[in-house]
């Protein structure tokens, strides 16, 4: 049963959108920034910048963690916004779920830097992790929304290149397919209070500059899938990218990758996002934490 909490959450994101509306790529990003501001991190977190094989990254870490594993988490945004600073407190709080140092990667975004820079920002965060000498096996991949879609676009990169792969991927809300061709862009377009058709068609006419959105380093959804590591498939019933994570389950299921499903009833997009007001939110952070523990020995 949904919270109490959910009906309050959902109003304030339809009163959010309807106050954006038509709003400029520069101001959607200085509300996304701005709204950093309301979640205040616990006094435990420790930050701490750094150069992640040319791509600037934060590690977040609270006391107790394992520093033989690690996470690395590509933020959510449309792959036009977003960064370290707007997710600081999901990664802190899957830093403390899982037990593990996070490296958060401030990779670039279009328009400024269409597609494929943010995969191969991706590949070198991840490629830094392997550098410190922990064992790949003991390390995972996660993200939300767009970088839910782009940790496993790296995934597919990294095993087309022979690199060693990563314990798991986590997908949190991931957006999957660029062509935005599932079922539930309509039978969900009035549930969900973030997304809309029209602003990720924006958002990908921006990030791809002309590439197909069919690539399968764009929309991981098209890709081969075989030999990729274990994937945990986070969503909610109430968003419109809920067929992205359906079809790339089945899929990548057929393909022999071991896929863990999560549909989370009612829940809209990117919902943890909002672990600070919404008990579901920090629910999902928990079970993406249990879900790493296991994979990656902990």
């Given at each position: 049963m949904a919270s109490a909490e959910l009906k309050t959450v959902v109003k304030m994101l339809r009163a959010n959108q309807a106050a954006g509306a038509g709003s400029t790529l520069a101001e959607q990003r200085a509300g996304m920034e701005a709204g950093a501001d309301a979640t205040p991190l616990p006094d435990d977190v420790q930050l701490e910048p750094v150069d992640a094989g040319g791509v600037?990254?934060?590690?977040a870490r609270v006391p107790g963690v394992d520093e033989t594993r690690a996470l690395l988490y590509l933020h959510g945004g449309g792959y036009v916004m977003g960064s370290v600073r707007t997710h600081r407190a999901l990664v802190a709080g899957l830093a403390r779920a899982a037990g593990v140092p996070v490296l958060s990667l401030d990779y670039r975004v279009g328009p400024e830097h269409p597609f494929p820079a943010a995969v191969h920002d991706g590949v070198a965060g991840w490629r830094h992790l392997l550098a410190s000498g922990r064992d790949p096996a003991r390390m995972?991949?996660?993200?939300?929304?767009?970088?839910?879609?782009?940790?496993?676009?790296v995934g597919v990169k990294l095993r087309d290149a022979g690199d060693p792969l990563p314990g798991a991927i986590a997908s949190l809300s991931g957006w999957l397919d660029l062509d935005l061709s599932g079922d539930t862009w309509e039978t969900l377009a009035d549930v969900d209070p973030l997304l809309s058709r029209e602003g990720l068609s924006a958002m990908r006419e921006a990030y791809l500059a002309?590439?197909?959105?069919?690539?399968?380093l764009a929309s991981p959804l098209y890709a081969e899938l075989a030999g990729l590591p274990p994937l945990l498939l986070q969503v909610g019933t109430a968003e419109t990218l809920l067929d992205d994570s359906r079809e790339l389950a089945r899929r990548a299921r057929e393909a022999g990758v071991d896929v863990t499903l999560e549909p989370w009833q009612d829940m809209f997009h990117d919902w943890q996002m909002f672990a600070a007001m919404l008990p579901e939110g920090q629910q999902a952070i928990d079970a993406v934490g249990q879900y790493l523990r296991k994979r990656l020995g902990g």
């Open positions: 600037p990254g934060e590690w995972a991949i996660a993200g939300d929304s767009a970088g839910g879609g782009l940790a496993v676009a002309g590439a197909s959105p069919r690539d399968p």
